[in-house]
């Protein structure tokens, strides 16, 4: 018997992080605020082996993501290697950079399945927020070929304040462009959102409002778009069950190599994340600290241990508990129940804010 109990499934999903780079510089990046430069990614052989050694170990599904993933001039190479594999593959990116050619490229390879992000429907306020004049048209134009290469096509909305008026706006115009499948996706308040939280957390009225245009827009695009929508969990009772539980179900790995259990963990003191260049994805899946820190529930402080939820919600969100209440132990701040739940009740009263930092290399902090 294993001293630390059974061991784990494998991993669903494996996230793969290709480089900080993106002509993008949206302000609720869920990249780190310490980005890795060019000179620290990871090379193509390396990539490889990683995609290698999910298969064996069991993962699923490989999202190809960034920073912006078609910044990669070996990108086809590493889809071509996950296709090879047997991975299922999926492109996460912005979309700016893809053209026609690329595009078929990365078809021809085995690429399955296309993720675009869209800031806004307006093209004024998407370029104003991603700092990248055209980005909306370019986005549009890259959505038809897409569609016109026979991939399924995601689209994935980001709202916050700035943009909920428009919501119906931008679920008309990514079901205009053959999106079989809308993500509507409140901003999440780590990192860079952190930072941005005074300008982006929408009002109760505003949310309330959200929720009458996706019902309304699931029973309109029924049998033809799936939406999936993540609420901001500010305004829940209970929090998110986060990457679905501690080193439960992914594994992302970044730009240089580090393996972690989500996109934020490097947030958290104390941990030394594994790297893929010194040991197997299978050994820091199955016996790495850092996987297993918060893996379970053994690791809960009350209210947490005792309480029903604790296997749904797996105690929320480590990153959101350290940045809120500076101890990634305790309970998540967003559930009703935990000790430090005020501190939540207070944001929802902070005054709102047109001030926004921009996710700029120059305003980082920068690794190596
Ligand atoms: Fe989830 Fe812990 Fe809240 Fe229970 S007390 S609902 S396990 S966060
Ligand atoms: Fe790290 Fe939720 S983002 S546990």
């Known amino acids: 018997m294993n001293p630390q109990g059974p061991l784990p499934e494998p991993p669903l999903a494996l996230l793969a992080e290709l480089t900080h780079r993106c002509p993008l510089q949206c302000p609720y990046c869920s990249n780190p605020r310490a980005l890795v430069t060019r000179a620290g990614e990871l090379d193509t052989a390396s990539w490889q082996r990683v995609l290698t050694e999910a298969a064996r170990l069991g993962v699923l599904q490989v999202h190809f993501s960034g920073g912006e993933p078609t910044a990669r001039r070996d990108l086809v190479e590493l889809v071509r290697h996950a296709a090879a594999s047997g991975l299922y593959s999926n492109l996460i990116t912005s979309g700016v950079q893809l053209d026609a050619k690329r595009l078929a490229a990365l078809a021809e390879v085995g690429l399955d399945h296309v993720q675009l992000s869209f800031q806004d429907a307006d093209d004024a306020s998407g370029d104003a927020v991603a700092a990248y004049d055209g980005a909306q048209a370019k986005k549009r134009a890259v959505a038809a070929l897409v569609i016109a290469q026979g991939l399924p096509l995601t689209a994935n909305l980001v709202v916050h304040r700035r943009n909920l008026a428009r919501l119906p706006a931008m679920i008309e115009m990514a079901a205009g462009l053959g999106a079989s499948r809308l993500e509507v996706a409140h901003v999440q308040y780590y990192g860079w959102a952190l930072a941005n939280r005074a300008a982006l957390l929408p009002t109760r009225d505003q949310l309330e409002a959200a929720d009458r245009v996706i019902e309304a827009a699931r029973a309109r695009l029924k049998g033809r778009v ?11 009772r209970r929090p ?14 970044t730009p240089s190599g580090k393996a972690l259990p989500c996109h934020a963990a490097e947030t958290l003191p104390g941990i030394d994340y594994p790297s893929v260049t010194t040991e197997s994805l299978e050994a820091i899946w199955r016996r790495s600290d850092a996987f297993m820190r918060f893996r379970g529930t053994a690791w809960m402080p009350e209210p947490c241990r005792s309480c029903d939820q604790r296997e749904i919600d797996w105690g929320g969100c480590r990153c959101q508990a350290l940045a809120l209440t500076g101890d990634a132990t305790r309970t ?9 739940h005020a501190l939540i009740e207070r944001a929802l009263t902070e005054p ?3 001030d926004l930092t921009f996710r700029r290399f120059a305003a980082a902090r920068i690794q190596a």
């Open 240 to 253: 998110k069950a986060c990457m679905s539980g501690w080193g439960r179900r992914f594994i992302n790995i």
């Open 332 to 340: 998540d701040p967003v559930c009703a129940l935990a000790p430090d």
């Open 226 to 236: 799936v939406i999936d929508y993540v609420m901001p969990d500010y305004y829940a």
């Open 352 to 354: 709102p804010t047109d």
